[in-house]
């Protein structure tokens, strides 16, 4: 598998450059909503965002994947800035939390991430394009009630996904729609059009463009279509002096309290594992298939964590949504996450009543053929073809995705997946004859590994043996023997005397047997 190093962060910045003002226009009101969801200032969000793109892009090995503020984490959030005391309290929470994740890469404890099976990480990918689908509807006709990236089911205003499509079809605003079906419609035909080998002038960019131009014709023309207020793009308009006067800064006191560090862990352990589950996901829509190493990618995270809590942002993971636009515009380097940061930077010092312009029916229209690149037709026939042990795994964690939030859904999966792993090891013959037919003496091999899910299926199979009989079961090439599965060799040796069975055992190791009482 190719690593990820690929090509000089400079080689490709014809394809990284456009792709970094996609992923721009999607971080930027995903920053916000996930800093007004989590009770932090808008400006905190904005902070992990640059930090996620500059920081963390320089830092990490992997060539697409985005870092940024995550809504997996709103709740974990939420919680511990009541818990500590506010949001100056909660900042050394980040940067202790950045330091656990660097100790875990240092201690090279990325590899958990390998361990995640593919229909897990594939449902993931399906469970968020169809949650971007649903979730991006209200915002398409106008209806703003929760936060731009909320991904979880029931959502900061009470209503769960399908209970805010339903209001949000009852307070349809024609210009929203209009903005949003020309955006989607643009998006769909701009590949196969002339236009497409541009490459400086990306799809999403003419999305936003033609938006804010028919918003602002809507505005001259009928203001009662327009698109206003809440439904817009809202950055700080402070200017520059005006943002370095709202960063929050540390309170330092606040590593005498037990609970801070508590937080810390639950921080540098939850954003670690959203950051490898992104990594793996990340990998598997990259076209080069280049492997990012996830110690460092830990690392990266670490610091970029550590100067978020610094300098008065929220936690940065890596980001599923950021990291599948990133791919869709192309990108080849991690020169477009760099990039975006520093437009995050411009937007919020320079650019503000500008990008104040752009209807969030726009963005929406983006997210919505995001969305739908990740949970295609084509993945999911892929996961029927490959059998019922990989399609229910992986329909699961969709639905439980759907139907919880991002973090527990995969948590789900991954149960039913390791179900499934167990079942398939537990059905497996543990002993394989190896005898001739009508031989004298049945003969049979044990597997590399004999552990205690093989237990039951060693004993149906010396249970069935005829009585007077002659067997031997060569353990010679097991390299690791279960107490378990030793118990039930060693002491079918009684059975076998009382039955008149010949009964060798070539290999296996002898063990005392613990008694039952």
């Not at 769909?188 to 463009?209: C, E, N, Y």
């Not at 804010?212 to 200017?239: K, Y």
Request: glycine share 10%; hydrophobic share 50%; with cysteine.
């Amino acid at each position: 598998m190719p690593t990820a190093s690929g090509p000089s962060l400079f080689s490709t910045w014809r394809d990284d450059i456009p792709a970094s003002v996609v992923v721009f226009l999607v971080a930027l009101p995903l920053c916000l909503g996930v800093a007004l969801a989590s009770g932090a200032p808008l400006l905190s969000g904005v902070i992990a965002g640059v930090i996620g793109g500059i920081v963390v892009g320089f830092a990490s090995g992997s060539p697409l994947m985005v870092s940024g503020p995550a809504a997996g984490l709103t709740a974990i959030v939420l919680a511990g800035i009541a818990q500590v005391g506010g949001f100056p309290r909660f900042l050394p929470a980040v940067i202790l939390g950045g330091a656990i994740q660097i100790a875990l890469g240092l201690a090279k404890a990325g590899v958990i991430g390998y361990y995640f099976p593919s229909s897990v990480i594939k449902g993931m990918l399906a469970a968020i394009g169809l949650t971007l689908i649903l979730k991006q509807i209200p915002h398409a006709v106008g209806y703003d009630a929760d936060y731009e990236g909320d991904f979880a089911f029931v959502g900061p205003s009470g209503e769960n996904t399908f209970g805010a499509i339903g209001s949000a079809l009852q307070q349809i605003q024609p210009g929203a729609v209009a903005v949003a079906l020309l955006g989607v419609a643009l998006m769909v035909w701009w590949p196969k059009s002339p236009m497409a080998k541009i490459k400086l002038f990306p799809a999403p960019l003419a999305a936003v463009l033609v938006g804010v131009g028919l918003n602002e014709l809507l505005l001259a023309l009928e203001p009662s279509f327009a698109i206003r207020g809440t439904h817009l793009v809202s950055l700080p308009t402070t200017g520059a002096g005006g943002v370095l006067s709202q960063i929050t800064r540390p309170d330092w006191s606040a590593l005498g309290d037990q609970q801070v560090w508590m937080l810390a862990a639950t921080l540098g352990i939850v954003a670690s594992l959203e950051s490898l589950l992104s990594l793996e996901a990340t990998n598997k829509l990259d076209p080069e298939k280049r492997d990012a190493p996830a110690n460092r990618e830990l690392f990266a995270q670490g610091l970029g964590n550590m100067l978020s809590g610094f300098f008065g942002g929220l936690p940065v993971t890596g980001v599923i949504v950021r990291s599948s636009a990133n791919v869709d515009a192309g990108a080849r380097s991690r020169l477009s996450a760099i990039v975006h940061g520093a437009m995050l930077v411009i937007a919020v010092l320079v650019l503000a009543p500008m990008l104040n312009r752009i209807p969030l029916a726009a963005l929406a229209a983006i997210l919505l053929v995001t969305g739908f690149k990740l949970t295609t037709p084509t993945l999911w026939k892929s996961a029927w073809h490959l059998g019922w042990s990989h399609f229910i795994p992986f329909a699961i964690t969709i639905v439980a995705i759907l139907f919880t939030d991002l973090l527990r859904g995969i948590g789900i999966g991954l149960v039913v997946g390791i179900g499934y792993i167990i079942a398939e090891h537990m059905r497996r013959p543990a002993l394989t004859k190896v005898s001739p037919p009508g031989a004298i003496l049945t003969r049979y091999v044990l597997p590399d590994q004999v552990t205690f899910l093989s237990k039951s299926n060693l004993m149906q199979t010396l249970d069935a043996l005829p009585p007077g009989c002659r067997v031997e079961i060569d353990g010679r090439k097991t390299a690791r023997f279960d107490y378990d599965a030793l118990e039930a060799l060693l002491s079918f040796r009684e059975t076998a005397r009382n039955r008149n069975i010949d009964y060798r055992l070539v290999g296996i190791p002898e063990t005392d047997l613990t008694p039952a009482h």
